[in-house]
């Protein structure tokens, strides 16, 4: 991730506001003034003076303007080294009220970013008569020590553009062509205490703003809405948040105060004890430890024990009660003790089947919510289901009235039966109102009907042909199989999907005409979050052994994400089929364990295992996975302050062109980012990447890589010149220059893989 490319301008003015001359001696001072000129057949037009909108028509600003605030409302812990800045969307609006022309490169704006702190007499309320807020600076505190000096206003707002320019091109056409590249912002000078809360407000610049704002009758200068004579003032807030600062909460701070250490012996692993789980266990045999959803480098899932697996294959099926995990989706009813697949490994290990019913668990902890993200599923499949239920009954009725009063017909007789038919409901005859009509036992048809020789229409010839008989061609004409089956997939289609309509259609076995409509749910809800919520001694066992301010290298384990998935799904199944959901047996609805909200990693959408009904048999609980996932995956967990008072820390990974030294970060091969992320409260965060651990190790397969922190490249943050004592205005032409001396480059810190993923402790289990 490199640093993006910042542009600065003192100020921006578009239109005619660009064209703003000084007032005469005889002109409003407090609005823009405009010289215009015209011709009319080659003479000059008198064109009286024309005025624009000044600070004194102004009473508010639209909030959506307001694009960010530096610090976010309610922060704590906020840098006192930093100044407080709030953007905004139009990189014109702190100067489009400003009625004077620029003096060189320096413009002042109608509007100014102020930041006193919460303490007696400041008070911020709402004017209920104007629906505005306003703020009041009186005694004990003195609004002079507390406002910033408004002639130094100019300094203290700016255009920022980030990107490069094209050759050739201006800054200023840069941010015509792409506007959404640039912001403009108000920084507020004031240098804050440690551990105090604070008002930030956006308030007007000119006195006549500040009494529009106040409902008072306006002044006839441009004054300043505040002077160092004054100690007692009040003022509209068109904009305003609150903060608190904090001693050493800085992020270089909070970095320094991290260690990169390994982790510690047997995290990931809990203790397994089968002694009173009714299994017939030998004297003095253990099961292997259960290894959680992350876990430390290098940790195996041992397999187990073949005493287990034969005490539990005949415990396992439905005909036994426990259930079989997965034994739809593999089309199987039990699973031999010896099985080498993924079924017996799910089934017949006891910590994988304690994991599969912790997903069972957070399915009933949440059945609500996921049964209605099933029936928004469903669609119209309820009223689709009775349409196939009318039809099953018709064609039973059908068929029955066929093999009673039909069958048994001569040739000739079925022949001069069928033919009529045939005109007046040629699509399905044996289901109209006519075919029961005359085939009643006593109609017209018993009564009338003489033997006559076979038609020969085409129709017939060609069944007869594909049949081999006439009789059998006839008898075809009337089958409900065929009848049914296609009044059916067309009403089917109006109601629900082709794809669904066609199989729901389709010809079915056990003499069933037609089969109901089935639905397979893809729910996306990530099983992680749920883990951690219902149980998170299992999401990463013996987190609490962590030291705080720790930064550890860990793995996933493939085994637990797959056996808690199964479960996840089984437990679903049996809760929709009790709701009589139309569920396809061989669904796998939840396919997703890791969040990955809000992560790129170029896998964000990726679900974390194949459906199940396409699991190989022959292949482990690690084949369930999609590519790289099959393999455990590095995971970087922080444990600290960090990420709380910085919560939009960028987190990623570097390749190594050699164990000191990075790859080129422009080459977008060369940096990882995490493909998931999660949290253990109150201070744990994780996040997930897809590269495995032996690769981002290194040796054998390469340089490894390195991860990152950094304060975000994209968020610009500003402060006093740490090196320099002088005022940032001192000697500066525009504010341009004093924002590029106050802005605050972005922190950054990297350490390679290996030294976190050691299979020895590093000295002092630390390196930082």
């Known amino acids: 991730m490199t640093s993006s490319t910042y542009h600065f301008l003192p100020w921006l003015r578009e239109g005619l506001a660009s064209r703003l001359r000084q007032p005469a001696p005889n002109e409003d001072p ?10 009319l057949n080659g003479q000059p037009l008198t064109v009286p003076p024309v005025q624009v909108l000044g600070p004194g028509d102004v009473i508010g600003l639209d909030r959506a303007q307001v694009i960010r605030t530096d610090p976010v409302p309610g922060a704590t812990g906020f840098d006192t080294g930093q100044y407080a800045t709030v953007d905004f969307d139009s990189p014109t609006l702190p100067w489009l009220f400003t009625p004077r022309p620029p003096d060189g490169d320096r413009l002042a704006p109608w509007l100014c970013l102020i930041v006193v702190p919460q303490q007696r007499g400041v008070s911020l309320s709402v004017n209920a008569r104007l629906g505005i807020a306003e703020l009041t600076i009186s005694g004990p505190t003195d609004a002079a020590a507390v406002l910033p000096d408004l002639a130094n206003a100019w300094a203290w707002a700016h255009v920022q553009y980030a990107g490069d320019l094209d050759p050739g091109q201006t800054l200023g056409q840069a941010i015509a062509k792409y506007p ?26 000119f006195a006549i703003g500040r009494d529009a704002g106040l409902g008072r009758p306006l002044g006839s200068t441009l004054a300043p809405a505040w002077t160092a004579a004054d100690h007692q003032v009040t003022l509209p807030v068109y904009h305003h948040w609150e903060f608190t600062t904090g001693a050493g909460a800085r992020f270089v701070d909070l970095v320094r105060a991290l260690r990169f250490r390994t982790p510690p012996a047997g995290i990931g692993e809990r203790p397994f004890d089968v002694s009173q789980s009714g299994l017939t266990t030998p004297a003095g045999a253990t099961m292997p430890p259960l290894v959680g959803a992350l876990c430390g480098f290098g940790t195996e899932v041992d397999p187990a024990p073949q005493w287990a697996r034969q005490a539990l294959a005949p415990m396992v099926g439905a005909a036994t009660g426990l259930p079989l995990y997965g034994g739809e989706q593999a089309g199987a009813t039990a699973v031999p003790a010896n099985d080498p697949g993924w079924l017996g490994e799910l089934n017949l290990d006891p910590r994988h089947r304690a994991v599969a019913a912790l997903g069972a668990a957070v399915v009933r902890d949440r059945q609500e919510d996921l049964a209605a993200a099933a029936w928004e599923q469903a669609g119209e499949v309820s009223a689709a289901n009775e349409l196939v239920g009318s039809a099953r009954f018709g064609a039973r009725m059908a068929t029955s009235r066929l093999d009673r009063h039909i069958t048994g017909l001569a040739t000739s007789t079925l022949a001069q039966f069928v033919t009529p038919l045939q005109r007046a409901a040629a699509a399905d005859p044996e289901s109209s109102n006519a075919y029961r009509r005359i085939t009643r036992p006593r109609g017209p048809f018993a009564a009338k009907v003489q033997p006559t020789t076979l038609s020969t229409s085409d129709g017939v010839r060609a069944a007869a042909a594909a049949t081999g008989g006439e009789r059998d061609a006839l008898l075809a004409l009337l089958s409900p199989q065929t009848a049914v089956h296609d009044r059916l997939r067309r009403r089917l289609g109006a109601i629900v999907p082709e794809t669904r309509a066609a199989r729901a259609a389709a010809a079915a076995t056990d003499g069933e005409p037609v089969r109901p409509v089935l639905v397979a749910p893809t729910i996306p809800t990530a099983m992680a979050p749920e883990l951690a919520r219902v149980a998170p001694q299992f999401l990463l066992p013996g987190a609490d052994d962590i030291e705080a301010d720790s930064v550890l290298a860990l793995q996933t384990n493939p085994h637990f994400v797959a056996a808690f998935l ?11 089929r009790w709701r009589q959901y139309p569920l396809d047996g061989t669904a796998t609805p939840i396919q997703q364990f890791w969040d990955r909200r ?16 396409s699991w190989d048999r022959a292949d482990g609980l690690a084949g369930a996975f999609r590519g790289a996932s099959a393999t455990a995956q590095v995971v970087l967990l922080i444990r600290g302050g960090l990420l709380r008072h910085f919560p939009r820390t960028a987190v990623y990974m570097i390749r190594a062109a050699d164990p000191d030294h990075l790859a080129d970060e422009r080459n977008a091969a060369n940096v990882a980012y995490p493909i998931f992320s999660g949290a253990l409260e109150p201070d744990i965060r994780f996040f997930g990447f897809p590269i495995s651990t032996t690769d981002a190790a290194g040796g054998a397969t390469g340089p490894g890589w390195f991860f990152a922190l950094s304060e975000q490249p994209t968020e610009t943050r500003f402060g006093p010149p740490p090196s320099d004592p002088r005022p940032p205005t001192q000697g500066a032409a525009s504010a341009a220059e004093v924002a590029e001396r106050t802005l605050r480059p972005p922190v950054r810190v990297i350490v390679h893989a290996s030294t976190l993923l050691a299979t020895e402790p590093v000295a002092n289990g630390e390196n930082s």
């Open 30 to 39: 407090r609005r823009g003034h405009l010289a215009v000129g015209g011709t």
């Open 180 to 205: 959404e590249r640039s912001v403009s912002r108000l920084v507020c000078p004031t240098r804050l205490d440690a551990d105090v809360r604070y008002h930030a407000c956006v308030v007007p610049t």
């Open 566 to 576: 199964a479960g996840v799904n089984a437990e679903l199944a049996s809760e929709l």
């Open 598 to 613: 809000g992560q790129g990693g170029g896998a964000a959408a990726s679900p974390d295992i194949e459906g199940m009904a």
